[in-house]
C-alpha cells in the first residue's frame, strides 16, 4: 500500500461525513494545530491529507500552502475552497507518489493531522516526512489519545477490557492502532525525529456518539465544549487527542 494511504479511501470519504461528533471533534483538532501555527508563525505549509476542512480554511497567515490528500473527493473539495485563494496548490495523490513535486518546495512546518493511526504503514510515512524536512521543519501530528477519559470510563463500566482495543468507530474508520504519549513518542524517535512539545488536548467523558447526542439535545453547549477543551490542563495525560510539535534529529 502507498504511504500515507487507508485501506479503503471510498469507504473512508463516506463514512468520515457520517460520523457523529466528528465535526466538532475535527474543531477542537483544528484549534489545537492553529495554536502551533500561529507560535511558530511558517511560511511555508505542507498538509499531508486534509480530509474534509484543509487547514488554510482556518489559518490565513502563509505565503504558500501546499495540500496532498489521497482521496479523490476530499482533494476536490480543497480545490473548491481554494479556487478564490492564492499561494494554494491542492495535489491529489499519495506522499509517496508526490514526494519528487513535494521536495522541490522547502517546508518549514508540516502537518500530519488524524493520519498515523490509520495509514497502514506509519513508520514509512513519517520517513517519507522526514525527507522533506530541514532541520528547522516543524512537523505538527496528532492522533487519538488511549488514555481519553471516554476510554477510562468505559474500561471501568467493563464495556472494554483494554485501553488500546479498537473501538466499533475505530474498526469502521479503518483505524490500525491506537496511541499514548510513551508509544508515539517511541514511534516518531524511531522514524528520526525529536519531540520538541507535546500534550493532549479536549477530555471528552462520552463517546462520539453519546456527545452528539448531547449536543443536539442541547445539554452540551458551546461553552461547555470550549470548557473541555481547556480542562486538558487539569488532566494532562487524558485528553481525547495527543499533540506533538516534531524536529528533525541530529542522526
Same mark, same amino acid.
Given at each position: 500500500m502507498a504511504v500515507g494511504t487507508v485501506r479503503d479511501l471510498d469507504a473512508y470519504q463516506k463514512d468520515y461525513g457520517l460520523l457523529p461528533f466528528e465535526a466538532t471533534q475535527s474543531r477542537y483538532r483544528k484549534r489545537k494545530i492553529v495554536e502551533s501555527l500561529t507560535r511558530y508563525h511558517p511560511r511555508s505549509i505542507l498538509e499531508i491529507g486534509c480530509g474534509l476542512d484543509p487547514i488554510f480554511a482556518h489559518y490565513a497567515d502563509f505565503a504558500q500552502m501546499v495540500v496532498v490528500e489521497p482521496g479523490d473527493a476530499f482533494a476536490r473539495h480543497a480545490r473548491e475552497l481554494a479556487r478564490a485563494r492564492t499561494g494554494i496548490s491542492v495535489v491529489h495523490g499519495t506522499l509517496e507518489d508526490s514526494a519528487e513535486a513535494l521536495a522541490r518546495t522547502p517546508y518549514d512546518f508540516i502537518i500530519l493531522s488524524s493520519?498515523? =493511526?490509520?495509514? $497502514?504503514? +506509519?513508520? +514509512?510515512? *513519517?520517513? $517519507?516526512? $522526514?525527507?522533506?524536512? #530541514?532541520? $528547522?521543519?516543524?512537523? =505538527?501530528?496528532?492522533?487519538?489519545? +488511549?488514555? #481519553?477519559? =471516554?476510554?477510562?470510563?468505559?474500561?471501568? !463500566?467493563?464495556?472494554?477490557?483494554?485501553?488500546?482495543?479498537?473501538?466499533?468507530?475505530?474498526?469502521? !474508520?479503518?483505524? #490500525?492502532?491506537?496511541?499514548? *504519549?510513551?508509544?508515539?513518542?517511541? *514511534?516518531?524517535?524511531?522514524n528520526g525525529f525529536e519531540v520538541v512539545e507535546q500534550g493532549t488536548f479536549f477530555i471528552k467523558p462520552f463517546t462520539h456518539a453519546q456527545m452528539s447526542v448531547l449536543q443536539a439535545d442541547g445539554l452540551l453547549t458551546d461553552r461547555m465544549l470550549d470548557g473541555l477543551y481547556g480542562l486538558s490542563v487539569a488532566f494532562p495525560d487524558n485528553g481525547s487527542e495527543i499533540y506533538m510539535n516534531l524536529q528533525r534529529g541530529a542522526k
Open positions: 493520519l498515523l =493511526h490509520e495509514v $497502514a504503514n +506509519a513508520d +514509512a510515512l *513519517l520517513r $517519507a516526512t $522526514a525527507s522533506l524536512c #530541514s532541520s $528547522a521543519t516543524v512537523v =505538527h501530528v496528532n492522533v487519538p489519545n +488511549a488514555l #481519553s477519559f =471516554h476510554r477510562l470510563l468505559a474500561r471501568e !463500566m467493563g464495556l472494554i477490557g483494554d485501553l488500546k482495543e479498537r473501538s466499533d468507530v475505530q474498526q469502521r !474508520m479503518q483505524q #490500525s492502532r491506537t496511541f499514548d *504519549l510513551e508509544t508515539l513518542s517511541e *514511534l516518531v524517535v524511531d
